[in-house]
């Protein structure tokens, strides 16, 4: 199979045109009905439009990971399913022999490129995760030696002991590609990965094709293949689903969900909490007692009923609804500080407009604190522009969404990652010895529920700093026309289409 590449002078600038047009009139071909080459059963190809362009062109290891795991190009070794645990992928069964060593067993399956998917070839692919630079997010603060063992087994060996690791390994920064993707650079996931379709053409930033992989061991894929465009502006992707120029279209914006038909929703629960994070270590919420007036200040109910429209639950905690398990073991926050008078006290609010509601979240928390006696000034930029400088604590306050169990589906893992000394995604700066203390008991928890108990038990600690304050839990709204069947909205955002998407 040949692979065409097209290079294109700026993808954001094709981006850029997209999102000037009110449809995508003529921008996807339609491919429907017709056989496959080899003779196979009819199908038809699947139009579809995803919000965010690949940015670091599909490297595995990075943000673009979800994006392949999304279109069903890649798989890792386990799954999880609806309630946040680990089941088969390319391994059909696990067993763990001692605190730090697991023993995997993969199934007859094949990779894109039509060579087997061996111990040796899954072992090397995972050696070289454990090399990238930077590491995936799944991998942060875990060492792993993984070697084959035997003519269908794999076993792994953590530095310390990791209870989680069925789950870590679900990671879509840890998906398995065959030998043939890693040369100079970062691996090469076009026609290497084991998911029920490949991608056989790649248009810079604006667009890709995928086609079915007939030997995936899961069967064949319903649809023939898959005409993806990447289209940031929310109302450009409204406007494909009603004019029917794409089948399927992630993330329509709130505001773009009443003018559609709504047969053409289709709405989830996610993992994803919109917050308001407090800068504890400079400016005016280094003081708790501040940091409880704005907590006081805030109204998540006003937020999801004026932004949301709906489409949200009121901020309960880390976790929300979506975690099925976390509303029935939810601790009380002990020790929060009273509130103080604001009087005056001057704060910079910053968001980024790459999610359109997070602008609207941010200018009604602006109203909210000015209220009640804070003085705000706003600044909304790009995430790319905004990042480094939250992460510097050059803001008092940030908002953000963040899915709590993306990189793991482990419910230690963000608060590990947000909230302890060594964070790195602390955007609140907490360096809290009994907020790090509860975490470190969370992570060396093992057994489900006991770690369950116990994160909810350190989640307690953080809302008790008030240097977080969740605003709103957020459902998945995607269009999907009515002639499709079998879209995946799964509460970690990591699937889309599967091998059962069909048009």
Same mark, same amino acid.
């Given at each position: ?189 076009? =026609?290497? !990965?084991?998911?029920?379709? *490949?991608?056989?053409? $790649?248009?810079?930033? /604006?667009? &890709?094709?995928?086609? %079915?992989? @007939? ?104 976790? =929300?609804? !979506?975690?099925?398990?976390? *509303?029935?073991?939810? $601790?009380?926050?002990? /020790?929060? &500080?009273?509130?103080? %008078?604001? @009087? ?104 489900? =529920? ?13 809302? /008790? ?39």
């Amino acid at each position: 199979m040949q692979v065409r590449v097209t290079s294109i002078e700026s993808p954001f600038r094709f981006l850029a045109a997209l999102a000037l047009l009110p449809g995508l009139a003529g921008c996807f071909a339609s491919s429907g009905g017709e056989s496959s080459s080899d003779g196979g059963q009819p199908g038809s190809r699947l139009r579809v439009a995803l919000a965010f362009p690949p940015a670091e062109n599909f490297s595995p290891y990075g943000a673009d990971a979800t994006l392949l795991s999304r279109l069903g190009v890649t798989e890792g070794l386990t799954a999880l399913d609806a309630n946040g645990g680990a089941t088969p992928a390319l391994a059909q069964s696990w067993r763990r022999e001692d605190d730090r060593t697991w023993q995997f067993t993969l199934r007859d399956a094949a990779f894109q490129d039509g060579t087997d998917v061996t111990p040796k070839a899954v072992a090397d692919a995972l050696t070289r995760a454990t090399q990238a630079k930077p590491a995936p997010a799944a991998l942060a603060g875990v060492t792993l030696d993984a070697e084959a063992d035997g003519s269908r087994r794999i076993r792994i060996t953590t530095a310390t002991a990791d209870p989680v690791l069925p789950m870590r390994l679900s990671s879509p920064g840890l998906a398995i590609l065959s030998p043939k993707a890693y040369g100079k650079g970062n691996p090469d996931p076009v =026609g290497t !990965a084991t998911g029920p379709f *490949e991608i056989t053409e $790649v248009n810079g930033g /604006g667009s &890709a094709t995928l086609d %079915r992989f @007939d030997d995936y061991w899961g069967g064949r894929a319903q649809a023939s293949g898959i005409d993806a465009r990447f289209v940031k502006d929310g109302t450009a992707r409204a406007n494909a689903v009603r004019t029917g120029d794409v089948d399927i279209a992630e993330a329509i914006p709130v505001a773009q969900a009443a003018t559609l038909d709504k047969a053409t929703l289709k709405e989830a629960g996610t993992t994803r909490t919109t917050s308001l994070q407090l800068n504890t270590e400079s400016g005016p919420f280094k003081d708790p007692k501040l940091r409880a007036a704005a907590r006081e200040a805030v109204d998540s109910s006003a937020i999801v009923k004026g932004v949301f429209e709906g489409y949200a639950d009121p901020g309960a905690g880390i976790y =929300g609804p !979506a975690v099925t398990w976390a *509303e029935s073991k939810r $601790v009380k926050p002990a /020790g929060r &500080a009273d509130a103080a %008078r604001p @009087d005056g006290t001057r704060i910079t609010l910053a968001t980024y407009d790459n999610r359109p509601e997070l602008p609207e979240v941010a200018q009604v928390v602006q109203q909210q604190l000015q209220k009640a006696g804070f003085q705000v000034k706003l600044e909304v930029r790009e995430y790319s522009r905004l990042e480094s400088d939250a992460l510097a604590g050059k803001f008092d306050a940030f908002i953000g969404a963040r899915n709590s169990l993306l990189d793991t589906g482990d419910p230690v893992g963000i608060l590990a990652g947000d909230y302890s000394c060594d964070g790195g995604y602390n955007l609140a700066l907490l360096c809290d010895k009994n907020v790090d203390r509860a975490v470190k008991k969370a992570d060396g928890t093992d057994g489900t =529920g006991e770690r369950q108990d116990a994160a909810m038990a350190a989640e307690a600690e953080i809302l /008790g700093t008030d240097a977080v304050v969740p605003l709103a839990h957020q459902q998945i709204i995607a269009g999907v026309s009515t002639e499709v069947r079998g879209v995946i909205l799964d509460p970690y955002e990591r699937t889309l289409v599967g091998a059962g998407t069909r048009r």
